[in-house]
């Protein structure tokens, strides 16, 4: 239900444009979050948009350089990462709960983002 594409290698200061598309039928009723897992360490979550209102959340590590948005239209969440580090290189997944559930329960396969320093 979740089809995320847009990584890949870009040098340290770069950035990139991730999508991440749904079939979900009534996604406004959705949050859709941004993972990501570096090699050797634990998923963490980067970042969500609560669909109907656009209402989004950062973790710190990424809050100024990332945004998260979402096209309704399309049915489509994005994640522009910008000044991008060789830190933020990872596994980066899309994800989706309803608004009111504690765990997300749809998975995007992941895409791979690698920053070169």
């Known amino acids: 239900q979740l089809q995320a594409s847009g990584g890949g290698l870009v040098q340290a200061g770069g950035s990139l444009r991730l999508s991440c598309a749904t079939s979900?039928?009534?996604?406004?009723?959705?949050?859709m979050g941004w993972f990501r897992q570096a090699p050797g360490k634990d998923r963490e979550l980067v970042g969500s948009i609560v669909w109907s209102g656009g209402l989004t959340y950062y973790a710190d590590a990424v809050k100024g350089r990332f945004t998260i948005s979402r096209a309704n239209a399309e049915s489509t969440g994005y994640l522009q990462m910008n000044i991008l580090k060789p830190e933020d290189t990872a596994v980066y997944y899309c994800?989706?709960?309803?608004?009111?559930?504690?765990?997300?329960?749809?998975w995007g396969q992941g895409t791979l983002v690698t920053v070169s320093s």
């Open positions: 994800a989706a709960k309803r608004r009111y559930e504690p765990n997300y329960v749809h």
């Open positions: 979900q039928r009534n996604f406004s009723m959705y949050v």
